[in-house]
């Protein structure tokens, strides 16, 4: 960066940070391009990219894209944009998917974690979009123990781990892919998946944008899908204000056997799930550096027959019986057997040292010294 680039892709917030070091400046950038305009004013960086835009040339040409122009957006755009040309995608060019929306209000959460195991079982491609990342990684992982192979996709997987998943459910079964896809709201925008039949709102949106996005993941291209809102009896009130203001008009719906076969269709057959066994370790060598030591296994090996951390007992040469009259053993751990990781530890009983080696120690001395390598 200090020594410059043509093309910085930046967020706001690390963007920002740069310019505060004066790492990075401004004054130079001919084009400036901000994405996902009203997304970034729904997370809050409205500000920041306020101040990134006037710290680039007024004489240089800014592109806006964005959904929508509420939320600041179009004052965004009034004060850059001088004399700008829009360009909107046409509606009309656009085939129009049959979307259908149903709400479910589940008994509890119990029944509502059966009710997402049902939803979960068909045949065709659906995504299940949750508040947290962790609900996204944990339900995944319930559906696959259950038989339904299902990947996530949240903030916290890089960038191969996201390819790999959406891979895995772009791709036919026949060729290892799945039927179910968990994400959060960073699967709401931006991906695109051909014949998605089902998308389900298993934590409802906390705004009525999220909604759009999320649902328009379906019904794409001039196809049909359902949109499915799951709430608890608690989450009521919520709800129907997230659908006024999408300008959604659906009744809420009791969970009935008949609403939820109809739903799923026709189910998949069962994967069992098998899960991935750990390797097995082998059993650590015993490592010895000195000769005549017996158990005592010391000058710097670090294991021994008795619980505890090894320091210097002996030197080379020198017989374990020498090195036990010269130090006295201080057991730890069991003392009963050979431990996975034992060692002797020795403190000395008199000023002398415990062997031709090492430095003196106190008699209620705890150190140990630092084992030699072989």
């Known amino acids: 960066m200090r020594s410059g680039v043509d093309i910085v892709v ?11 070091q004066r790492i990075v400046a401004l004054d130079a950038v001919e084009i400036a391009v901000l994405d996902e305009a009203d997304h970034m004013a729904d997370l ?3 500000p920041g990219v306020t101040r990134i835009l006037t710290a680039t040339p007024s004489r240089g040409q800014r592109l806006l894209f964005s959904a929508t122009l509420d939320r600041g957006i179009d004052a965004l755009a009034k004060r850059f944009l001088h004399n ?21 209000v589940a008994a509890d959460a119990d029944a509502k974690k059966k009710l997402v195991e049902d939803l979960a079982s068909g045949r065709g491609r659906r995504i299940l979009f949750t508040r947290t990342k962790h609900h996204a990684k944990k339900l995944a992982k319930q559906l696959t123990s259950a038989g339904i192979p299902a ?25 290892g892919g799945v039927r179910v896809l968990v994400a959060t709201d960073v699967a709401a925008r931006g991906v695109h998946v051909d014949d998605v039949e089902l998308v389900v709102h298993v934590d409802p949106p906390v705004e009525h944008k999220a909604y759009l996005h999320r649902s328009g993941r379906t019904a794409r291209a001039g196809a049909a899908g359902t949109v499915v809102t799951l709430t608890l009896p608690e989450q009521r009130r919520d709800v129907k204000d997230i659908l006024r203001k ?4 659906v009744g809420l719906e009791d969970v009935t056997p008949a609403i939820v076969a109809e739903l799923v269709g026709e189910r998949a057959a069962k994967v069992k799930y098998v899960p991935a066994q750990p ?15 017996g158990n ?11 619980g505890g951390r090894g320091g210097r007992a002996g030197a080379r040469g020198q017989s374990g019986a020498a090195a036990r009259d010269q130090a006295q053993p201080r057991q730890r751990g069991t003392g009963q057997g050979q431990s996975r990781r034992t060692a002797q530890v020795y403190t000395t009983t008199s000023g002398a040292p415990a062997a031709s080696q090492g430095r003196p120690r106190s008699a209620g001395s705890r150190r140990a010294s630092r084992p030699q390598g072989n």
């Open 10 to 20: 930046a967020c706001p917030g690390r963007l920002e940070d740069l310019m505060k």
């Open 44 to 46: 809050g960086f409205l």
């Open 84 to 104: 700008p040309v829009s360009h909107e995608v046409d509606e009309a060019s656009v085939p129009v998917g049959e979307m259908t929306h149903r709400v479910l």
């Open 151 to 175: 990947v996530d996709l949240h903030g916290n997987l890089g960038q191969n781990a996201r390819e790999r998943n959406l891979a895995a459910f772009g791709a036919d079964i026949a060729d």
């Open 246 to 249: 999408a300008q959604i008009a």
């Open 279 to 293: 390797q097995p370790q082998g059993k650590p060598k015993a490592k010895s550096s000195g000769q005549g030591h």
């Open 296 to 306: 005592a296994q010391a000058a710097g090996s670090g294991r021994g027959r008795s």
